[in-house]
C-alpha cells in the first residue's frame, strides 16, 4: 500500500487540455503524413494514450524501455536500454513520448541512439519538464508543463512502482 495520497499538482482536466492542444501543435507540424510515436515505457504510457486519441490522422506506435532510476528519486546518471524497438525507424517522422526529462541524461542517449537509424525526422514531446535539474542540454520539440524540482508522481509516473495509476499529477510531501 502506498504510504500516502499525493497532494495534486497537475489536475486531470488541465492535465487532458493541455494533451489536447499538444497533439493539435503536433498534426500541424505534419499535416498530411503518417507519425511514428516511440513510447518511452513506462512512465509515459497514458501520455502516449491520451495524446494519440487526441490526433487525427495516420499513426503508428512502438515502445522502448531504458532505466535510469534505481527505484529511488535520485538518478544514478547511468542509462540502460531494457527494451528495444519492434521495427526499424529508418525514413520515419518519428516522435519519442517522454514522461519526464529530469537531468535529461535518458532523453539524451535516446535521441543519440535513434538518429543513428535515420528516421526523415526525429522530434520529442514529453509531459513533463524540469529544466533547473538538466545536466545535459538536450532538444524537447513539445512540451506539456514546465515544473519545479519537485518529484512527481502520477499520470504514469512512479515512486517505487507505485502510483502510475493516479489520473493527475500529484507531489509526494
Ligand atoms: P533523466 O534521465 O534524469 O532526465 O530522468 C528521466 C527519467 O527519470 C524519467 O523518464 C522518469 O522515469 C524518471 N524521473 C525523473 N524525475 C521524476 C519524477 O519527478 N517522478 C518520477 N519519475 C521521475
Ligand atoms: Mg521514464
Known amino acids: 500500500m502506498p504510504p ?38 513506462k512512465g509515459a504510457f497514458l501520455f502516449l494514450g491520451d495524446l494519440i486519441r487526441a490526433l487525427d490522422g495516420h499513426v503508428t506506435i512502438d515502445f522502448m524501455a531504458c532505466s535510469s532510476y534505481a527505484g529511488g528519486t535520485t538518478s544514478s546518471g547511468e542509462v540502460r536500454l ?18 519526464i526529462v ?16 535515420s528516421p526523415r525526422s526525429l522530434r520529442t ?7 533547473s535539474r538538466r545536466k545535459i542540454d538536450v532538444t524537447v520539440d513539445y512540451v506539456g508543463f514546465t515544473i519545479e524540482d519537485k518529484f512527481v508522481v502520477g499520470y504514469g509516473l512512479d515512486y517505487a512502482e507505485q502510483y502510475r495509476n493516479l489520473p493527475y499529477i500529484g507531489v509526494l510531501e
Open 82 to 99: 531494457s527494451k528495444d524497438l519492434d521495427a526499424g525507424i529508418e525514413g520515419r517522422d518519428a516522435i519519442v513520448v517522454e514522461d
Open 102 to 117: 529530469d537531468t535529461g541524461l535518458t532523453l539524451h542517449y535516446l535521441q543519440e541512439i535513434l538518429l543513428a537509424r
Open 4 to 41: 500516502t495520497t499525493p497532494t495534486v499538482l497537475i489536475g486531470e482536466d488541465e492535465l487532458q487540455a493541455r494533451i489536447t492542444a499538444l497533439a493539435h501543435e503536433i498534426r500541424q507540424d505534419f499535416p498530411a503524413g503518417q507519425i511514428h510515436f516511440i513510447c518511452v515505457l
Open 125 to 131: 514531446a514529453c509531459l513533463l519538464s524540469k529544466p
